[in-house]
C-alpha cells in the first residue's frame, strides 16, 4: 500500500487478556517505530527497529509490552496482561532516508481500550 | 534533544495565512526543526522540516531565524480541514522525536 496500514484499529480488551497490534510499514522502509498517545497527549516513543534488529526499546512501560519485527518488515506489539492504564493509540511509523534530515511517516493507529 | 514551546491555542479565519511559531533556544547545530500536525482521530502527519534555511512544499513554509532559537510554520490559505493540533519537534534525527503539546490550530469558517 500507499501508507503505514495498522490492524486492528480498534481493539477492546478485557483486563488481563493479551493483544498484538500489527503494522504493514511502508515498502521498502528499513526503520520501523512504535509510539503511544494517551489522551490528550502527545504520541511518546517505545521502541525502534531497523530491518529486523530492535535497535532501542527504551520507552517499553514494562516487560508486559514486546515488539517483534522477524523478518524485517510488518511488526507486532504484543501486550501482556493488559491493565487499564494500557488503553491508548498505538501508533506505528516507518522511515525514508532524505538527503536532509530524514522523514517519519506515521499511520492511522491501533486504538486499545482496556475494559 | 533541545526543547521547543509552543502556544497552546490559535485561531486562523479560513482563506488567511496561518502563522504558527515556536521557540527552540537550546537548539544545537545539528539539529533539525521538524513540523507534524495531527487531525483528530489520524496518525501525525509529516508536513516539512530544515536545518537553517527556509523551506517550503506544496503544504507549508518553514521559516527559521538566523539565529536558529524559533521557527514559524505558514500555512499560506488555511481550510478547514487544517485544523488540527500542530507539533514542532527538534531533533538530530527522525529516529528520536520527542512530541509535547503541540498548538490546536482552529481555522473558522
Known amino acids: 500500500g500507499a501508507g503505514v496500514s495498522q490492524s486492528p484499529r480498534y481493539k477492546v480488551a478485557k483486563r488481563g487478556q493479551d493483544v498484538a497490534l500489527r503494522c504493514d510499514p511502508i515498502?521498502?522502509?528499513?526503520?520501523l517505530f512504535w509510539y503511544q498517545q494517551a489522551l490528550g497527549q502527545g504520541p511518546e516513543f517505545l521502541t525502534y527497529f531497523q530491518n529486523e534488529a530492535q535497535l532501542d526499546k527504551s520507552g517499553l512501560p514494562s516487560d508486559r509490552f514486546f515488539a517483534e519485527r522477524p523478518e524485517g518488515s510488518v511488526s507486532t506489539l504484543k501486550i501482556q496482561r493488559t491493565q487499564q492504564e494500557d488503553s491508548a493509540v498505538y501508533l506505528c511509523a516507518s522511515m525514508v532516508e532524505g538527503n536532509s534530515g530524514n522523514t517519519i511517516y506515521f499511520g492511522e493507529g491501533s486504538w486499545l481500550t482496556v475494559v | 534533544d533541545a526543547k521547543t514551546t509552543q502556544p497552546p491555542s490559535m485561531d486562523c479565519a479560513e482563506g488567511r495565512a496561518a502563522n504558527l511559531p515556536c521557540n527552540h533556544s537550546?537548539?544545537?547545530?545539528?539539529?533539525?526543526v521538524y513540523w507534524y500536525r495531527q487531525i483528530h482521530s489520524q496518525g501525525p502527519q509529516y508536513i516539512i522540516h530544515?536545518?537553517?534555511n527556509n523551506e517550503t512544499n506544496e503544504m507549508a513554509s518553514l521559516i527559521i531565524t538566523e539565529d536558529r532559537k524559533s521557527s514559524t510554520l505558514i500555512l499560506p490559505h488555511a481550510t478547514l480541514r487544517d485544523t488540527a493540533v500542530y507539533y514542532c519537534i527538534v531533533s538530530g534525527s527522525a529516529r528520536q522525536l520527542t512530541f509535547g503539546s503541540g498548538t490546536q490550530l482552529t481555522v473558522l469558517p
Open positions: 537550546t537548539i544545537s547545530g545539528n539539529e533539525y
Open positions: 530544515g536545518l537553517k
Open positions: 515498502s521498502g522502509h528499513v526503520s
